[in-house]
């Protein structure tokens, strides 16, 4: 994949940006001296992310768009070459989440969670390609999470949206490569758990309070992530050393890590505390602009999902093991 042009030449406009890895990615992009346009709905934390941008040494822009509105993502894409002059590279970031068992999540909740997370992707992608193309070239990164890859019960809409992602950046590649745009990369980003306010802001129908399931990583590690991928892009990206760890695991032996994954994040994602049923951010913007959701980042948890995914790696081994050797006997019987 080409190399994009160098950061401190590059406009980058970033969604879901006014909180959490969207926030954190425009403030590692402004430290290297890019231009950032930072996009979600809340335009006060806009503002305020935009300003820390400046005060890091960047220029920005900030945008109020609401990406499940493909005019009002078409708008941002010409906003930000508008202001800077050329367009290198679109960072969707953009997401929110339901939680629950499947038939206790509405209807509405889960569209509107695949319209954010997935179609607002789409309209990224739509509104991002014919200004890469006119630059000679550039980067899309799509925030995909480790749950493009694996899954996690209480999380359906979410993981079906991050699956939906994952496929449509594969697609989207090979389309590209076959029409001789293969100038304009496309890469996935997969995090494990980060620590920022999404887990206060999901809506909930658990009945109980959420928690960011462990190793909890601070953003930081997704928007370093990010940068290198606009310096030099890869198809796939890990970010955090658990993501690397389960999504090997899973390929290894789907059956079981599904099922140890199940086991641990029914007792590792909810509190003691009793919730009552809400909506969060799903349809209503939380107005924050903070960067994390303060879980004290991966410290608190490290050693007790070490030793959680320590067990579950060991039980993969034994598994695939056994397999291996059911099979050969079958071949010599």
Not at 178 to 200: E, K, N, W, Y
Not at 300 to 326: D, I, Q, S, Y
């Amino acid at each position: 994949m080409p190399l994009t042009r160098n950061l401190d030449d590059s406009t980058v406009v970033i969604t879901g940006a006014s909180s959490g890895i969207g926030a954190a990615t425009a403030y590692a992009l402004a430290r290297r001296g890019a231009a950032v346009v930072v996009a979600a709905r809340s335009e006060p934390a806009l503002r305020q992310v935009a300003q820390r941008c400046r005060e890091l040494g960047g220029r920005a822009l900030a945008v109020p768009t609401d990406v499940t509105d493909l005019e009002s993502v078409l708008m941002l894409a010409d906003r930000a070459v508008d202001e800077f002059g050329h367009l290198d590279a679109w960072v969707n970031n953009a997401a929110v989440s339901a939680v629950g068992l499947f038939d206790e999540i509405p209807v509405a909740e889960f569209r509107r969670v695949l319209e954010v997370d997935l179609l607002g992707a789409v309209h990224g992608i739509k509104a991002a390609l014919p200004y890469l193309s006119a630059a000679g070239g550039g980067v899309l990164v799509n925030n995909a999470s480790v749950l493009a890859e694996v899954a996690m019960p209480y999380q359906s809409a979410y993981n079906t949206a991050k699956h939906g992602i994952r496929g449509l950046a594969d697609t989207l590649r090979q389309e590209l490569r076959v029409t001789g745009r293969s100038q304009i990369s496309v890469c996935t980003v997969l995090p494990a758990t980060i620590d920022t306010p999404f887990f206060r802001h999901a809506a909930n129908h658990s009945g109980r309070e959420l928690l960011p399931p462990p190793p909890v990583y601070p953003p930081e590690v997704v928007a370093e992530t990010i940068v290198r991928l606009l310096r030099r892009p890869r198809r796939e990206a890990y970010a955090g050393g658990a993501a690397r760890l389960v999504g090997l695991q899973w390929r290894l032996a789907p059956a079981l890590v599904e099922r140890a994954l199940g086991w641990y994040a029914q007792r590792t994602q909810f509190g003691p505390g009793a919730r009552l049923d809400t909506s969060g951010n799903v349809f209503q913007p939380d107005g924050q602009a903070s960067r994390d959701g303060g879980w004290h980042g991966r410290r608190r948890h490290l050693v007790r999902m070490t030793a959680a995914f320590g067990l579950a790696a060991a039980g993969t081994a034994v598994g695939t093991l056994a397999a291996k050797n059911r099979r050969s006997r079958s071949g010599r019987s």
